[in-house]
């Protein structure tokens, strides 16, 4: 191993706290859970709209105006209601984790809100994740209006070839009964006349049963391609139905995911920046303390702002004297040396020979040490 990849190595373990661990999680489960969110609203859409759409329109007007109102009111109240749900879940989640993740009494009304929120949430989401995976109906719909068509081109079309038998049985037996009326004008003793009539009578009977008997095929032809198509059809709601349950099962996971992600999200985020906090606190909080300390001093001193510049500043024994009577600071010389010493250095005050003047305004001087954090960050690090 060589220098430089061991540098590289050195500055990723170096950067393995829990900050550095947590940060890249922190920011992807609370951006997913704004995702959730919508996911949340784009599911509960399915159901609220069209319950809202049906009742607009049957008791206030119809059309266009009703789905513009119907889909103006659902995306508001879906939104108002994500705003409200994600306030509830963050404040539950502050309480619970700052009270080392226990559902304290004072916390139970929270919570109650929050699962009667995430439970209506819950409902809305998978009800409207179930309208949207139901397109059987249309599906089945649209499949029985093609059969209906191509049944009625097929009748068409069969028709048609009957029409060349038909057509012909009724010619025949329009001959057939010309003839029927010959035979029986015919005189008896004319027998061979007769004979010829009942041959040719007979003869289009035999055509006329041979053309039934090609009409009978074709309409037992049509019968088994009207079968196949409505077998075809229960097919094809079968596969409907299934697909159906498919994809509400695989919506139904979504929409779980998205309130379970909602939730993490804010959880985690919530769990992240009160243990970041806990962990910084002993390392930072005595940054802030020097800083109100230092506040306060230069209150005291500036008599809540009505000293002015070139005013002269109480002495340091003074000043040491009134800090060790009035307050709990340990080693109060110390404290006011190095306040003395860094408002000398920031400016605040001026020293000329052994005088010490005020040579910043009040709101200056609480300016300065409210910038003073970065230093004094620093400088409070190193000890």
């Not at 220098?3 to 190595?9: A, C, E, G, V």
């Not at 705003?83 to 139970?108: E, G, H």
């Amino acid at each position: 191993m060589d220098l430089n990849k061991y540098d590289k190595l050195r500055s990723k373990i170096n950067k393995k706290d829990f900050e550095n661990n947590n940060k890249g999680l922190d920011k992807w489960l609370f951006g997913s859970s704004f995702v959730g969110n919508f996911a949340s609203i784009f599911f509960s859409y399915f159901l609220v709209y069209p319950a809202l759409l049906k009742t607009i329109s049957i008791n206030l007007f119809s059309g266009t105006w009703a789905m513009i109102v119907a889909f103006l009111f659902t995306n508001i109240f879906l939104i108002i209601y994500e705003v409200v749900k994600r306030y509830l879940a963050k404040n539950f989640s502050s309480d619970y984790v700052a009270n080392r993740n226990m559902v304290k009494p004072a916390m139970v009304g929270w919570f109650v809100a929050l699962i009667t929120i995430l439970g209506l949430s819950f409902y809305l989401s998978l009800s409207g994740s179930k309208n949207l995976a139901t397109t059987s109906l249309f599906k089945n719909d649209v499949a029985q209006t093609e059969l209906t068509i191509v049944k009625d081109s097929l009748s068409s079309i069969y028709e048609n070839k009957k029409k060349i038998y038909t057509d012909d049985n009724e010619a025949l037996r329009s001959v057939n009964n010309n003839l029927r009326v010959k035979l029986a004008e015919t005189p008896l003793n004319y027998g061979y006349v007769r004979r010829d009539y009942q041959a040719s009578i007979d003869k289009n009977t035999k055509i006329i049963d041979v053309n039934q008997l090609e009409i009978n095929k074709l309409d037992e032809q049509l019968s088994a391609r009207v079968e196949e198509l409505k077998s075809n059809l229960n097919n094809t709601k079968v596969e409907n139905k299934n697909e159906d349950s498919k994809n509400i099962v695989l919506f139904i996971i979504i929409a779980i995911f998205a309130e379970i992600i909602i939730v993490t999200g804010v959880y985690f985020r919530e769990w992240y920046e009160y243990n970041l906090f806990i962990i910084n606190q002993q390392k930072f909080e005595k940054v802030y303390l020097k800083k109100d300390r230092y506040r306060s001093l230069i209150s005291f001193i500036y008599g809540e702002g009505k000293a002015a510049t070139g005013d002269k500043v109480m002495g340091g024994l003074e000043l040491k004297e009134l800090v060790r009577d009035k307050t709990t600071i340990q080693n109060p010389s110390r404290f006011v040396d190095d306040f003395l010493h860094d408002m000398d250095r920031l400016n605040v005050f001026s020293t000329v020979g052994k005088r010490r003047f005020i040579a910043a305004t009040y709101q200056e001087a609480l300016d300065v040490i409210d910038k003073f954090d970065d230093t004094l960050r620093i400088l409070e690090n190193m000890k």
